[in-house]
C-alpha cells in the first residue's frame, strides 16, 4: 500500500513540476512577443536619435490620431494650446483686380506634447531632436488653416521647407515657409490716396475651442523682414487679434463640425504711393486742360485750329484716364478719381461749348444795342431776342411801332393818291381831302432808326411825334457793339474765368482728399 501511495504522489509531483515549466515557458514566450511589439527605452541614453524617435513614437506608446491630453486638478479634460507665431518674409503688391496680395511668411506653431518628453528615460540628453518633413509625419499636429485662403502651398526645392524640432520636455515646435494668395476687400472710394486694411486668418480646422486653442506668442507674435519693400503701398502699421468663430449648419466653416473655433489674425495697413499717379495722371491732365484754353488766344472765326485742338484735348485725356482705370474692379460708387475725371472733363468741354458760342456771335451780321457795357449787358443782348430788350429799355414795343408807322403810312398814302404830281388835288375825290388841300405831313421815328415815313414839299406841314414824346420824356441810351467785338469780349473773359474755375476746383478737390 505504502508502495502503491508513493508512485501516485511521485506522479501528482512530476505532473505539477510538468505544468510549472510549462507555463514558465510560455511567460517567457509571450515576455519576447511583447518586448518584440514594443520596443524598451532603458537604455535611451544610447540609442540615436532616429532610433529614439522610432521607439517613442511607437504605436504600443503613441497615437497619432490622438491630440495631447492633459487634466486639471478636479479631472477635467484640457485644451491644448498651440502658440502661433508668424515671419513675413515679403509681401506683394495688392492685385486690386482679383482683391487678394501674395505673402510669402514662415508659420510657427508650438505645442507641449508630454508623450515626447524624454528627461525621463534618457536625462543625459539635453540637445533638441531636429527634423524635417519625415518627422513631422510621425506626429500629431494641429490642423491650421487660411479662412481667407485663395492659394497656398509649401515652399522648398529637393524637400519641402518644414522644420520639426522636439525639446527633453515634450515641447514641439512646427516651422512651416509657405506662400499663400489671400483675399483682401478694398474699399476705392480715395483711389488712388486710398489706405486698404488686408488681413491674415488662421483658423482651426477639426477642433473646436474644448479641444484646441489658438494663442499668439506673448514676444512678438508677426515680425517682418527688414529688407521687405513694397513699390505701390507703405507699410504704415499692423495688428493682431484673438477671436471665436462660430460654426453650425448654415455657416459651415468647418465642414460638417458644429461648434465655436479659435481664430488668429493680423491686419496690415497699406497706404498706396501717389508719386507715380501725380506724375502720369494728374499733372499731365493738368496741362491737357491748360491746353484746351489755347483756343481763346485764337479769333473766333478761326474754327479748324480751335475745333482740332478742342477734340484732340478730349481724347488725349480719355485715353489717359482709360488706362489708369484699366485694373481697377467695375465697382458702383464713385471714387475720387473719377471726380477728376469728371471736373477735367468738364472744362475741356466748356472750351468747345464757348468756341461753339462765340463762333455763333461772330457770325451775326447786325450790330447789337447795349443799354450799358458790362458783363450782365453784354450777356443778356447776346441771349435775349431784340424785341423783348428794347421792350425792358423803355421804349415803344416794335409791335406798336409797327402799327403806328403803318397806319401814318396808309394815312400818307391816301393823302398822296389824291394830289397830282404837281400838288394840286384830284379832282376826282369830292371829300374832306379836297376841301383841305394842305394837309399836315406827319413825321415819325421807327423802332431802329429815324427816318421820316413820308417826304413831302416845303409847302406841308410837317408834324413830329417823336420829337413832342422825347421832349416829355428822354428814353435810355443804347451802345451798339459789333458781333466781332462781343465775341473777342467774351474770348478775353474766358482767359481768366476757366483758369480762376479750375484753380477753385483743384482748392476743392485737394482739400477733399487730405482732409476728409
Known sequence: ????????????LLLIVICGLLQTEISAVNDTIVDENCP????????????????????????????????????????IVVKTRIYVYLLQNLNSDLLQFK???????????KRLAYRDFAPERRETIVGQKHLSERLWLPHIFFANERESSILGTDEKDVLTSISRDGNVIISTRLQASLY?????KKFPFDQQYCSTVLESWMYNTSDLLLEWEAH????????????????????????????????MRHGAFEGNYSSLSFTVSLQREIGFYLLDYYLPSMMIVAISWVSFWLQADASPPRIMLGTSTMLSFITLSSSQSKTLPK???????????????????GSLVEFAFVNTIWRRKENIELKKVNSKYIIKSTLTPRPSRRQL???????????????????VSST????????????????????????????????????VCSERSTNDHVINIDKDQKSEKDPPTFTTMTPQEIAMWIDRRSRLLFPGMFLAFNALYWTFVYCF
Open 1 to 12: 500500500m505504502k508502495y502503491l501511495y508513493f508512485v501516485h504522489t511521485s506522479k501528482v
Open 40 to 79: 524598451s527605452l532603458a537604455n535611451a541614453g544610447s540609442l540615436q536619435y532616429t532610433e529614439l524617435i522610432q521607439r517613442m513614437t511607437h504605436v504600443c506608446r503613441y497615437d497619432r490620431l490622438e491630440r495631447p491630453i492633459e487634466y486639471d486638478s478636479t479631472s477635467r479634460r484640457l485644451p
Open 103 to 113: 505673402t510669402h511668411a514662415l508659420l510657427q506653431l508650438s505645442f507641449q506634447d
Open 184 to 188: 483682401c476687400w478694398m474699399n476705392f
Open 220 to 251: 512678438s507674435p508677426i515680425s517682418f523682414d527688414p529688407d521687405m519693400r513694397l513699390t505701390e503701398f507703405n507699410l504704415v502699421q499692423f495688428w493682431h487679434n484673438t477671436t471665436v468663430v462660430h460654426s453650425d449648419n448654415i455657416n
Open 331 to 349: 465697382v458702383s460708387y464713385i471714387k475720387v478719381s473719377e471726380v477728376w475725371f469728371i471736373g477735367c472733363t468738364f472744362f475741356i468741354f
Open 393 to 411: 429799355g423803355g421804349s415803344l414795343s416794335n409791335e406798336s411801332r409797327a402799327r403806328s408807322c403803318s397806319s401814318l403810312d396808309n394815312i
Open 416 to 451: 398822296e393818291s389824291v394830289r397830282n404830281g404837281n400838288g394840286t388835288v384830284n379832282p376826282g375825290f369830292n371829300n374832306y381831302l379836297t376841301v383841305h388841300p394842305n394837309l399836315p405831313i406827319i413825321r415819325t421815328e421807327c423802332a431802329d432808326n429815324v427816318s
